[in-house]
């Protein structure tokens, strides 16, 4: 008899993960709180198309996607503007979200998945120690595995007991607070289509201005919550400086919130493994993750088909822990420091990173698909060495501020690769107090 595996919540890699067991023999039953109609928000994301590929899935239809455009990076004082010059072959793609589920669903059924729809997961059901199913709404369900994709709020991985390890809560500065709408195209803008500006007023955050062909994106990110009162406010002032900004709204128009920090530091325990937002898989200082879930699900997969026994405990899942930080996390560690150092810069620090070439434009190529600190400065010649040194030499606080990002990234480092090889309880628990510990604010 196949093996029993639950995908709590319709998450990207939780269904690519049920997709590819389910290829390999596996019964596997995803459960989802939204309509299938409902699935995903109305807008577009841009991801790493390589994720489609880890998923064991062929890209949609063209007409199903676009490239992204390269974006123009804009400091809080609008003095100097770094423009992305991407190299064709790694553009990322951009789809709207409810085909990205379109086409996940199609080829996770496919291979034999079962939805059910319209299904609120409410908590895990414990026997001891072990997550031996979900409780719904509309009743207990039981299995071998529960896969964990409900996302950052997670009612599953907020109530696992805590000396399981696997870290409940969200913390100030790990999630960031967003809003987005598609506003009416007011005319057509022939430079800088796409904008992102930093700290924009002084708001610890980012605004967005993408004028696409049918109408003008607009993003405003902060750290802190934030009312429709602040967006109306915020938007206007965008307006000034983007006349592209209609007034009328005619799509989206949500609040959500992403994480934005290091992967969890536990992914696994008896029968239960997190995956996409439930295990923070988001690159920390863009908030992508699809390309990341996807990719992390074919790992999970590995490591269930590697189990003969069908145990699924945190013993045998821990191959999938060590696989995704080999793979993935611990380049994103580092990052979630660099995001922490976004935090504590002052708009006039940013505008002098800016104007001095601490940062330049070849230093933006950040992407769902540079998943490290070598990635985005793997082009750096001496000249760029010597700007960049020149111009921190020059400012006291903006060097110690950088020299503490240094000290911060190289513990977090030796930390992350100190990972225990083989599960055990109390060296996991003892390890992952001190990685939590390397992203203190």
Known sequence: MAKQIIGAGGGHGGIAAAHLLAKRGYDVTVYERHTRENMGYDWTDIFDKKGFFAAEMDLPAPDKFCLKQDMTFIGPGETIK???????????IQMERKAIYDHLIENAERSGVRFVFNCEVEAPIMLGSRVAGIQTAQGAVYADLVIDACGISSPLRTKLPAYLGVQNEVQQYEQFYVYRAFFNKACETKEDKFKVQLLREGKLGISWVAAEEEHTDVLIGRFEPFDLAEVERSVASLRKDNPAIGTEIVRGGQFVHIPVRQPLGVLVADGYAAIGDSAFMTVPIIGSGIANSLKAAKLLCGAVTADAEGAYSAYTLWKYQCDFYKEIGANLAPLACVKLLL????????????ETGILNADDMTIDADSTSLAAMFSGMTMDDLKTKAGGLVKNVGVLKKILRLGKEIGVATAVTAAMPKTYDPDKVLRWVKSYNACFKH
């Open 82 to 92: 770094l423009q992305q010059h991407t190299e064709p072959d790694k553009l990322e």
């Open 343 to 354: 935090t504590r810069l002052e708009p006039a620090d940013l505008d002098y990173i800016f």
